[in-house]
């Protein structure tokens, strides 16, 4: 093992662990034995004959949930990570993880032990003050979390695996000057421009194609006019749509969970009050309050006329330095405990209504608080609530018919059911879908995977795995393969006709924004524009490439206009969005050839690091065609309501 050859170098006795580990431990403990439905040992996924277990795949999904309730303060319940797709990422990571092991396999990747201590004696991240933490340590962190050296080493051996896997791929990437000089000049070159748009939707309404030119168009580019190959799929669809008005609620049923769950109804203690305040200024700073002793006695004055019975509201609108509540009248609406800072917030609960506090320091200086209504920790009553409760009861039956109906669906496919017999004993409907082009889904069938599938399938086949839809999920098998072809005139004719008037509109469009150019030479874009019943615009503030023109777009063809030409200078009419364009650059932060110079290595890490990463998941992506993935869906359900 490992360790036994740390024992035997002396040198690498001063051993490691850093809290980073844990990223990595908890995605490779192996499960239990046991292959039984709703077992941690049942296999949830299988990759080119790798398993993946449910209790592995939970060890991993808790972690990541782990990760969104820190992020989101542990403001986030079972629905929104369901809406993340939080189940699906955490199986996609485990399906890659098998897909390194297997193409390591067949490159022929091992890690022996010593390889596995060298990159614990020479890793930073398990490096203290530049020494390794100790073989001790080690085992006392391992210990608090109830894993095993054994786990530990098998862990780092597959990260290793991995790191020679990408290296060995990306081995070849290069960044070459121009490209990190076109990194750089996309990263600070801007303009702000001026322009002038001549939309080509105001002429298409004129315009007309006549038979002849559409179809002297149509014999010139009938290639223009493929139509491409098709697919009609059988679909069977278990969502919320369908299978909504099979469930039922009543009255009972809403009132019992108002009183099972009240807290959930109730309305915290809030208080509604208005406030004058003299701001203190922060040490070293001098743009804005007082010295703390010149805004006290300030304050002091104000309280002392608020007590002589002066108008608060006009009092706080007149001197109050706080700008967001002055105008109103010191007002700051209405609020419950954790809102406001501890002092103003212990002030404020302190007092009744209409009763007002002394002086009350806090971090931004003095305040005068007047409390003007107290409303009570209350239970909001059965009628307010009762539809929320409705809508939110129905949507959880709904969901979990959903999910049932899936898991049926999903179980029969599995087992060599057609997608007739597994909807029949569902009772849902199998429907048939309109054609199907490639990259282009069509409702309800708008998931983009699953469209992908369908093109891979052969006719008469059932895709087993459900597709994940905005309210549900869908099945399908290929029922017919319309092959690519040239069309007849009539199925193309419309289509055709189109793409003659936007032809002429276009050429309208050019013609107005020369126009407007021949005049902006002379009476400059503004009066040009506003003689041909246009608008001379701006674009907010500078601009950098990649980024659009405002209306204008981003294509490839106006930015190198734009960054193209002179200061001052007025472009020929250029095509943008919707028509053509007059552009004049009035202010430019061009290529900074010094500042390139001294970024470029920098520069050249960044993107050969971002090219590696991309090039490492096209790898995987290709892996993933070369061996077979199979996914027990009714196991992954099992997975996540565990």
């Not at 890690?111 to 020494?131: I, S």
């Not at 099979?246 to 019992?256: G, H, P, Q, Y």
């Not at 309208?508 to 924004?513: D, G, K, M, Q, T």
Request: aromatic residues 6%; glycine residues 6%; neutral net charge.
């Amino acid at each position: 093992m490992a360790l036994s050859f740390m024992r035997r170098h002396r040198r690498w006795l001063f051993v490691f662990l850093w809290l980073v580990i844990a990223a990595f431990i908890i995605l490779y403990i192996p499960a239990f034995q046991s292959s039984e439905a709703g077992s941690p040992g049942e296999v949830l996924a299988d990759v080119g004959g790798m398993r993946i277990t449910v209790g592995e795949f939970q060890k991993a999904y808790l972690r990541q949930r782990q990760m969104y309730e820190r992020v989101y303060q542990g403001r986030i319940d079972a629905a929104a990570l369901r809406s993340l797709g939080l189940e699906q990422q955490t199986l996609d990571g485990l399906v890659a993880q098998r897909l390194v092991d297997l193409e390591a396999r067949r490159l022929g990747l091992t890690v022996d032990d010593e390889a596995v201590a060298r990159h614990l004696a020479t890793a930073p991240e398990y490096q203290q003050n530049g020494r390794f933490v100790g073989t001790a340590e080690i085992r006392r962190w391992l210990d608090l979390q109830g894993l095993t050296v054994e786990q530990f080493e098998e862990d780092l051996r597959r990260r290793i695996l991995a790191e020679r896997l990408e290296a060995l791929v990306t081995d070849g990437v290069s960044v070459t000057p121009a490209e990190a000089e076109r990194e750089f000049r996309r990263r600070t070159e801007q303009v702000k421009v001026e322009y002038v748009l001549a939309d080509a939707a105001r002429f298409r309404p004129g315009l007309a194609a006549s038979d002849d030119e559409v179809k002297a168009r149509f014999e010139s580019a009938k290639e223009a006019y493929r139509l491409p190959e098709r697919r009609i799929l059988s679909y069977v669809l278990a969502d919320d749509t369908s299978l909504g008005t099979r469930v039922s609620l009543t009255d009972r049923e809403v009132e019992a969970h108002y009183q099972g769950h009240r807290d959930e109804f109730k309305q915290d203690e809030e208080v509604c009050a208005s406030h004058i305040l003299v701001k203190v200024k922060p040490e070293g700073q001098a743009k804005e309050g007082h010295a703390d002793e010149e805004a006290r006695k300030i304050a002091q004055g104000l309280l002392d006329l608020v007590k002589a019975g002066q108008d608060f509201a006009e009092l706080a609108k007149k001197s109050s330095e706080d700008q967001g509540s002055a105008p109103q009248g010191g007002s700051l609406g209405c609020f419950t405990r954790g809102r406001m800072v501890r002092e103003f917030e212990n002030a404020a609960f302190s007092l009744g209504p209409g009763e007002t506090s002394d002086l009350v320091k806090s971090q931004f200086g003095y305040h005068i608080i007047r409390l003007t209504e107290r409303k009570e920790e209350t239970v909001l009553p059965l009628a307010q609530v009762k539809e929320r409760i409705r809508q939110t009861l129905m949507a959880e039956r709904v969901r979990a018919l959903v999910d049932d109906k899936m898991r049926g669906l999903a179980d029969a496919l599995r087992r060599g059911k057609s997608l007739e017999e597994a909807a029949r004993a569902e009772g849902l409907p199998v429907q048939k879908s309109a054609p199907v082009e490639r990259g282009r889904p069509v409702p309800p069938l708008v998931a983009p995977a699953l469209v992908a599938r369908a093109f891979t399938l052969h006719k008469g086949e059932v895709a087993r795995e459900p597709f994940a839809l905005p309210s549900g999920y869908a099945f399908i098998a290929l029922d017919e393969i319309q092959a690519s072809r040239l069309p007849e005139l009539k199925e193309a004719q419309e289509k055709v006709r189109a793409d003659l008037v936007e032809e002429k509109a276009l050429a309208r469009a050019r013609e107005l924004a020369a126009q407007v150019r021949a005049r902006a030479e002379k009476d400059g874009l503004d009066k040009a524009a506003a003689a041909l019943g246009l608008v001379r615009k701006e674009t907010p503030g500078p601009v950098g490439r990649g980024q659009p023109l405002a209306e204008l777009g981003s294509a490839s063809a106006l930015e190198e206009v734009a960054y193209s030409l002179p200061e001052k200078t007025l472009s020929e009419p250029v095509r943008a969005a919707g028509g053509y364009a007059i552009l004049r650059v009035i202010e430019k932060k061009p290529f900074d050839p010094a500042a390139f110079a001294k970024e470029r290595p920098s520069l050249v890490t960044s993107l050969k690091g971002e090219k590696k990463q991309q090039l490492f998941q096209a790898f995987l992506e290709q892996a993933r065609q070369r061996y077979p993935v199979e996914r027990n869906l009714s196991a992954l359900q099992r997975a996540v309501a565990g």
